[in-house]
T-cell receptor
C-alpha cells in the first residue's frame, strides 16, 4: 500500500513570497489533515477535510494560508505572502474515518 | 480548547526501561495514541489504547491509562539505541480531531 505522498520535501523562499505544498493521501482515506510542526514543538492542526469538505480550519491563518482538496483526493496548502514565523515542517496525514493517522514525510519550509 | 502536555526530555541507558508520560484535558477522548518521529521523517504510529481500557501491552511497549487523572504513559522495556527519537502522545476526540503533545525527546545512551 502506497503511503502519503508530499512534495516538495524542501523549500526555501524569501518573506512575502508564496509557496504551495501538495499532498496525495492513501487511496480510499476520506479524512485528510494538514499540520504545522515548528521546530521543537508538536504538530498543530491547520485544517481537516472530510472528503472535499472542511471539517475544522479554526487554526488556519486565513489571511495568508489557504487549502483545498480537489475531488476529495489530493490537497494543496498555499501560503501567500509568507512570513518568517511560517518556517516549519508541513505534515499531511490521512485516515479512514476515526482510524490510524498515516503521515507523509513532510515539507520543510524555510522563510528568509 | 483541548491540550496535551508531555515532558520535553528523557535520557536512559541502553537496556533500561523508559517511561514517557502525558497528560490531556479532553473529556471526550475516544482513543489515545503514541507516535514516534525520527529525524527528518513523519510520525509513525507505535501503539494506541481505547479510552475504556487501562492497560495495553504490545511486545516491548506497555501503555497505561488513568482516565480519572487524564494521564497516559508509555513504557519501553529493554530500551535500545534505535529507540532514540521524539515520542508524541495524541488524543482523538469525537470529531476525529487529533491533538498532539509537544513531544518527548528520548535519548538512549550506549
Amino acid at each position: 500500500e502506497a503511503g502519503v505522498a508530499q512534495s516538495p520535501r524542501y523549500k526555501i523562499i524569501e518573506k512575502r513570497q508564496s509557496v504551495a505544498f501538495w499532498c496525495n493521501p492513501i487511496s480510499g482515506h476520506a479524512t485528510l489533515y494538514w499540520y504545522q510542526q515548528i521546530l521543537g514543538q508538536g504538530p498543530k492542526l491547520l485544517i481537516q477535510f472530510q472528503n472535499n469538505g472542511v471539517v475544522d480550519d479554526s487554526q488556519l491563518p486565513k489571511d495568508r494560508f489557504s487549502a483545498e482538496r480537489l475531488k476529495g483526493v489530493d490537497s494543496t496548502l498555499k501560503i501567500q505572502p509568507a512570513k518568517l514565523e511560517d518556517s516549519a515542517v508541513y505534515l499531511c496525514a490521512s485516515s479512514s474515518t476515526g482510524g490510524e493517522l498515516f503521515f507523509g514525510e513532510g515539507s520543510r519550509l524555510t522563510v528568509l | 480548547g483541548e491540550d496535551v502536555e508531555q515532558s520535553l526530555f528523557l535520557s536512559v541507558r541502553e537496556g533500561d526501561s523508559s517511561v514517557i508520560n502525558c497528560t490531556y484535558t479532553d473529556s471526550s477522548s475516544t482513543y489515545l495514541y503514541w507516535y514516534k518521529q525520527e529525524p527528518g521523517a513523519g510520525l509513525q504510529l507505535l501503539t494506541y489504547i481505547f479510552s475504556n481500557m487501562d492497560m495495553k501491552q504490545d511486545q516491548r511497549l506497555t501503555v497505561l491509562l488513568n482516565k480519572k487523572d487524564k494521564h497516559l504513559s508509555l513504557r519501553i522495556a529493554d530500551t535500545q539505541t534505535g529507540d532514540s527519537a521524539i515520542y508524541f502522545c495524541a488524543d482523538l476526540s469525537g470529531t476525529y480531531k487529533y491533538i498532539f503533545g509537544t513531544g518527548t525527546r528520548l535519548k538512549v545512551l550506549a
